[in-house]
C-alpha cells in the first residue's frame, strides 16, 4: 500500500484522558485526526494517589496499533502530559515505588524541610518557579523523608513522559520544558541547578543532560515495533501540556506582547518572555517562569481551572443530575448570584466534595451560598473570570507592558459563557480556540523537526489559518 500523507501522531494525556491525534500538513494547513481516546486518573494505592503507568503504556500502544488498523503510519510520534510527577529506576530499569501524584497530600509539610536548607526567596530567586506544594522539589523531598531506600537505589529520574519514551525505544533522555518544572533547573544555564540538587541532598546522578523540543530520540524498540505492527521515529515534543498549548497560540502575524490563557484542568494565564523574572516582586504575584520551546519563558500564574466544574459535573452526575458542560454554561449565564470564591485557595485543589467546598467558602464569607446546578456554575465562572482579570494587572504590572487581547486555547476555549465573561472582566478582546491546542503543540514540534516548517512563528501563522478562531469582544 503507498502511502501519500506524511503523518505525525501527538499522544496526549491529561489528569482524566488521553488521546492519539493524527497531524498532517498540505499547502500549509494543518488537518488532525482522532484515532483513539482512553480514560487517566489517580487511584488510591498503598494510602496514596497513584497513576497506573503500566494501564497507561498499554493504551499509548493500543492507539499506535490503531494507526496501523487505519493504514495511516506516523513517520514520527511524541508524547506529553501534566507536568512535576515522575518515576525513579533502579539499576535494573525497573520502576522504584509506586508513581505517586501530584494531588497526593505526601508533601503537607515537605516545604519546611526544603526551607530548613534554602529559603523561599533565594528558591524563587535560583528557579523562578512558582511555590506550589506539589512541585517535584517538595515530592522529592518526601521520598527522602518518608522512603530514604528507594532514593539510594535509584539510578535515573524520569518525568512521566521521558519514562513513556524509554519504554518505547529503551533510550533515556530528560525534556527540558517539563524538567523547569521540577523547581530545580535554573533558567540562567536551562540547566539542572547541581549546587542547589546538592543542597538538598538528592543525588546528582539522577539529573543528566536536557533536550529540547524537536530532539530525536530514536526509533521504537524491536518489541514495540512488533506490538503495534509497525516503526517510526520518536520525537520529544514539548512534553509539559502546556508548553505544548502555547506553541499553539495562534498568530496571524508575531506578536511581541501576546497574553493567552491555556485552559483546561488547570488555566494556565501568562505570556512570553526572552528572560526569566526572578524578582522578588514576581515571586510575591506567585507568577512563575518555565521553560518553552526554543528557550522562552512562559510567565505565567498557575490557576485551578476548570478542575472546580469538572468536579462538580461529577458529583452532580452521582447525585442523578447529569449536564453537559455546554448546559452548565447556559444555565450559569440565567444566573444573578454575585458570589465570588478564590479558585486559587488550596481547599479546591483535592476535596472530599467540590460543591460542598464551594458552599462553604461563601458561607464562611458572608456570601450568598449557591445551592441550584446553575448557580454553582455561575459561582464558579464568574470566579475564574474574576481571576483571570486580576492576573492581568498583576502581568502588566510587573512587566510595564499592556496587553490587548487574550489568546484562550485548550478545551475551555469552547466555554462560550467562560470567553464573555473573560472579555468582560478583563475588558480585553478575546481570541478562543483551538481547542485541541496541546495536542496541536506536540504536533507543531514534530512538525518543524520534519522540515514542514522553518520555525515556531511559521507554525502559529498556520495554526491561525487551519483551524476555527471565535471572538469575543468586552461588553
Known amino acids: 500500500m503507498i502511502q501519500l500523507e506524511k503523518y505525525y501522531l501527538a499522544v496526549d494525556i491529561g489528569a482524566s484522558s488521553g488521546r492519539h491525534i493524527l497531524g ?9 485526526e482522532e484515532v483513539y481516546r ?37 513517520a514520527s510520534m ?8 515522575f518515576v525513579l529506576l533502579d539499576g535494573e530499569d525497573q520502576v522504584l515505588g ?131 505492527g509497525y516503526s517510526c521515529q520518536v520525537v520529544i515534543p514539548a512534553t509539559h501540556d502546556t508548553a505544548s498549548a502555547v506553541m499553539a497560540v495562534p ?15 488547570w488555566s494556565l494565564m501568562g505570556t512570553e518572555l526572552k528572560k526569566a523574572d526572578c524578582s522578588e516582586a514576581s515571586r510575591k504575584a506567585n507568577l512563575t517562569n518555565e521553560g518553552g520551546y526554543d528557550y522562552r519563558f512562559r510567565y505565567l500564574k498557575n490557576i485551578m481551572g476548570l478542575w472546580m466544574i469538572q468536579s462538580v459535573k461529577k458529583e452532580l452526575k452521582e447525585q442523578g443530575e447529569d449536564y453537559s458542560f455546554a448546559k452548565l454554561c447556559s444555565m450559569a449565564s440565567e444566573e444573578t448570584i454575585p458570589s465570588i470564591v478564590d479558585c486559587n485557595d488550596d481547599c479546591f485543589l483535592a476535596p472530599k466534595s467540590m460543591i460542598g467546598e464551594v458552599q462553604e467558602y461563601c458561607r464562611k464569607t458572608g456570601q450568598e451560598v449557591p445551592q441550584s446546578a446553575g448557580a454553582l456554575a455561575a459561582v464558579i465562572y ?18 510595564g507592558k499592556h496587553y490587548g487581547s487574550v489568546h484562550v486555547v485548550g478545551g475551555g476555549s469552547n466555554a462560550v459563557y467562560l470567553n464573555q465573561l473573560t472579555a468582560a ?12 491546542a496541546t495536542a496541536i503543540g506536540n504536533l507543531l514540534a514534530q512538525m518543524i523537526q520534519g522540515g514542514e516548517f522553518d520555525s515556531l512563528s511559521h507554525a502559529r501563522q498556520a495554526v491561525y489559518t487551519s483551524f476555527e478562531i471565535q471572538e469575543y469582544d468586552p461588553q
Open 382 to 399: 464568574n470566579s475564574l473570570a474574576r481571576c483571570y482579570g486580576d492576573t492581568i494587572k498583576e502581568l502588566e504590572s510587573i512587566t
Open 24 to 32: 498532517t500538513v498540505k499547502d500549509g494547513h494543518i488537518s488532525l
Open 425 to 436: 472582566c478583563t475588558g480585553r478582546k478575546v481570541y478562543a480556540g483551538p481547542g485541541e
Open 251 to 265: 498568530q496571524a502575524e508575531e506578536e511581541e506582547d501576546m497574553l493567552y490563557i491555556s485552559s483546561g484542568t
Open 98 to 228: 509506586d508513581t505517586v501524584g501530584y494531588r497526593d497530600d505526601r508533601t503537607k509539610g515537605m516545604d519546611e524541610k526544603v526551607y530548613q536548607k534554602i529559603s523561599p526567596e533565594d528558591l524563587y530567586a535560583r528557579t523562578g518557579i512558582q511555590k506550589q506544594i506539589f512541585n517535584t522539589i517538595y515530592q522529592l523531598m518526601a521520598v527522602k523523608e518518608t522512603a530514604p531506600d528507594i532514593l539510594a537505589k535509584a539510578k535515573t529520574f524520569l518525568m512521566i513522559p521521558d519514562y513513556f519514551h524509554f519504554l518505547l525505544t529503551g533510550v533515556k533522555k530528560q525534556e527540558y520544558t517539563n524538567a523547569t518544572t521540577t523547581q530545580l533547573v535554573s533558567p540562567v544555564t536551562n540547566t539542572w541547578d547541581y549546587e542547589l540538587i546538592e543542597k538538598l541532598g538528592y543525588p546528582g546522578e539522577l539529573f543528566g543532560p536536557l533536550s529540547m523540543p524537536g530532539t530525536l530520540v530514536g526509533s521504537l524498540s524491536k518489541e514495540v515495533a512488533e506490538e503495534v
Open 38 to 74: 482512553f480514560e487517566n486518573g489517580m487511584k488510591e494505592k498503598n494510602g496514596h494517589l497513584c497513576w497506573d503507568t503500566q494501564a497507561l503504556f498499554a493504551n499509548i500502544k493500543a492507539g499506535m496499533k490503531q494507526c496501523a488498523v487505519l493504514g495511516k503510519i506516523p
Open 78 to 85: 511524541g508524547i506529553d502530559t501534566w507536568a512535576v510527577d
